[in-house]
């Protein structure tokens, strides 16, 4: 092995080690809420538990962790599957259906707030013009409670791993990632404590914007022959990496905006025959964007971002986990579809109206991660979290559904201190 193979793989070992020692205690980042867990262990302290380390001496006997089991799941994104697929109605379908579905919430919410049948309060000025004085939403619909758990286990929500874009630090932490899940990383306090995540959701995003090739479409057919598209190489690494998951534990795939199925809302589910590998496992699931499935008891629904996206592009909110709440307060996903977010013209129900409060709503792709537990006035408790875009951060979310704390998880595997790794070498 000469000199720069060996300053390479020193370099890349000893990013892994540091990666491990940082990985366990990441700081609370701005706008992570303070949470109770006196009764309960967080991942990294899990992981500290056990006396085992990468530096201790090999054990006689390799241990082995069994997965923890999920007692119950329901996936309930059925609403967003499309049925008889016609786009030949008209929109206002959409905005009718949906007045007559939110009538009732409103009207409920409205005689409490004014004691009137109202949603916006106001006068008409001579102008013509009406002006508004008050307004109230629908409000938080009704929500199941949490169930009691015996012990912690996680959920682990990524969203845009951007494969196809070529870069090699989002590669690393990907596989890091996966290494991490299948017990292939970490001494024996963090494979155990990887054993307790349950299920892993992937918000979408999965491929890169650069595997989209808009470009070849306005070229003529003869350049473009012989040339295969990027997404394809991507689809088959992302089917790899699915199969690897798969084996080990539960994994929900949720299409986004740079995924090869339909751009509108709601995203159906990537057609199996692309991952040939990873779906001989009735582990993987392929579900829909919006999503939403009950995991032992907790109430999950999110999406890949969209949605979010569009209402921070287009209103003064510049928080993600802000507009989050407000959606929930409105007691809609996608209020801004069909008018700047393309959606489906449902013309007999509006999927997006919320007629259950969640335990946990998430939105993927943000920019960078963010947490809160919001209450609501009738007692509801909502962990709300923007899981960033991976391929930017290499950072997860872990959830508790014991008790409905979130943590991030960083995967980078050359931190501030790559500088100081230039002279790094194992020697000959």
């Known amino acids: 092995m000469d000199g720069a193979r060996r300053q390479a793989t020193g370099r890349e070992r000893h990013a892994r080690i540091g990666w491990m020692q940082r990985w366990w205690s990441p700081p609370a980042p701005p706008g992570h809420s303070d949470l109770d867990t006196s009764n309960t262990a967080m991942f990294s302290e899990q992981a500290a538990q056990r006396a085992h380390t990468l530096l201790s001496p090999p054990a006689v006997t390799s241990a082995t962790f069994a997965r923890v089991p999920v007692a119950m799941y329901t996936n309930t994104s059925q609403p967003f ?78 969203s845009g791993l951007g494969l196809g874009s070529g870069g090699g630090e989002s590669l690393l932490g990907t596989q890091l990632l996966v290494d991490m899940m299948t017990g292939q990383l970490g001494d024996e306090g963090e494979q155990c404590s990887a054993a307790h995540i349950s299920r892993v959701i992937l918000a979408g995003n999965l491929l890169s914007h650069s ?133 489906y013209p449902f013309y007999k129900i509006d999927p997006f109206i919320l007629l259950e409060c969640p335990h946990v709503y998430f939105c993927g792709n943000t920019p960078s991660f963010g947490s809160r537990i919001f209450q609501g006035p009738e007692g509801q408790r909502v962990l709300l979290v923007a899981v960033p875009d991976f391929s930017t951060t290499q950072t997860a979310c872990l959830v508790n559904l014991r008790s409905l704390a979130c943590q991030p998880i960083s995967f980078s595997g050359f931190g501030a201190e790559e500088e100081d790794l230039e002279g790094f070498s194992l020697g000959p």
């Open 81 to 158: 599957r499309l049925g008889e697929r016609s786009f030949s109605r008209q929109y206002a379908h959409i905005y009718a259906t949906r007045l007559v579905q939110m009538r009732p919430f409103l009207v409920s919410q409205a005689q409490r707030h004014w004691g009137t049948v109202l949603a916006v309060l106001g006068s008409v000025r001579e102008d013509g013009k009406f002006q508004v004085e008050d307004h109230c939403f629908a409000g938080l619909a009704l929500q199941q409670p949490t169930p009691a758990l015996d012990t912690d286990r996680f959920v682990l929500l990524v």
């Open 211 to 343: 595997t989209q090739g808009r470009d070849s479409i306005n070229k003529a057919k003869y350049l473009t022959k012989k040339t295969q598209a990027a997404s394809v190489e991507a689809v088959k690494m992302l089917d790899e990496i699915l199969l690897q998951l798969s084996a080990s534990v539960p994994v929900d795939v949720m299409p986004g905006e740079f995924d090869p199925t339909n751009y509108t809302l709601p995203q159906q589910p990537l057609h199996p025959c692309m991952f040939p590998l990873a779906t001989a496992y009735s582990t993987l699931q392929l579900v829909t964007n919006p999503y939403q499935a009950t995991i032992d008891g907790v109430r999950f629904l999110g999406t890949s971002g969209q949605n979010v996206r569009d209402i921070f592009r287009y209103s003064s909110m510049e928080d993600h986990v802000e507009i989050l709440e407000w959606t929930l307060r409105v007691r809609h996903l996608s209020p801004t579809a069909p008018d700047t977010l393309g959606c």
